[in-house]
C-alpha cells in the first residue's frame, strides 16, 4: 500500500514538474511543492516556492507553504519571517499561525504563541492542537471559548471592514480564496465547526454596537459570506474544490 502511495506521489510530482517546465510562470509551483512535501523534499519544495514567489510577490499561500517548508528543514528564523509578513497580510491565516504556535513555543515566546493560538481558537474553541499548545504556558482553559469569541475586538472589525473595503475596490471577493481554503482545513478538523460558527455570528450581531453601523454591516457580511462558503463546500465538495 505504501509502495503504491509512494508511486503515485512520485508520477504525480512528474506530471507537475513537467507542466510547471513547460509554464514556469503558471501557478503549478503550488501543487508541486505540495508534492514534494508529502514526500518529504522538502528543500525542493522551498526552491520552487522561492521561485514562485518572485514572480507572485505577496502570494499567501506560497508564503505560508514556504514557511511550513522552512520549519521541516529545520530553519525557524526563515520560517517565522515569513510566517509573520504573511499574517500581516492575511491575519486570519490559520495555516499560518499553526506552524507560527509551533516556533513561538520552541523558542519560549509565551505571548506570541498564545496569540497564534487565540487566532486559531477564534475560529474552533476546540481545538486540540491549540488548546494544548495554550496550557503548556499555564494559560486558562476553563474559558476558552469565551475569550475567543471575544477575540473579534474593535481593532479586529476595523481590521476585517478595512480588508472588505480595499477588498471591494480591487473588485474581489469579501472572503478570500485563502481564508476560505484555511477555513476548509478547520471544517475537515472539527466538523462541529460550523455550528459554533454560526452561534458566534449571532453572538457578533447581537454585541456590536448600534452606534458603529457602517463598521458592523460589512464585517457581518463577512461573518454570513464565511459560514454560507463553508456550509456550500461540505455539502457539494467536488463542486466547490
Known sequence: MASRSKKSNAAEIDRLALAFAKEPGSKVFIPLAEEYG?????????????????????????????????????????????????VKLSPENLRAHRTLAKLYVAQGAREAAIRSCNVILSINPHDQEALSLRAGFGAPTADVAAESHRHLDEKTLETANLGLVRRSEEGKPAVSEDATSAMDDEVKRSPHLVRQSQET?????????????????????????????????????????
Not at 41 to 66: C, H, N, Q, R, S
Not at 213 to 238: D, F, G
Open 201 to 241: 455570528l449571532v453572538s457578533t450581531v447581537s454585541s456590536t454596537p448600534l452606534t458603529s453601523e457602517k463598521t458592523r454591516n460589512p464585517v457581518i457580511m463577512q461573518l454570513e459570506q464565511w459560514l454560507n462558503s463553508i456550509q456550500a463546500r461540505r455539502r457539494y465538495p467536488r463542486s466547490a474544490a
Open 38 to 86: 508529502k514526500a518529504g523534499m522538502w528543500e525542493e519544495a522551498a526552491a520552487v516556492l522561492e521561485d514562485g514567489l518572485k514572480t507572485y510577490p505577496g502570494f499567501i499561500t506560497a508564503m505560508v507553504a514556504l514557511g511550513r517548508a522552512y520549519e521541516q528543514m529545520d530553519q525557524p528564523v526563515k520560517a517565522k519571517a515569513i510566517l509573520e509578513e504573511a
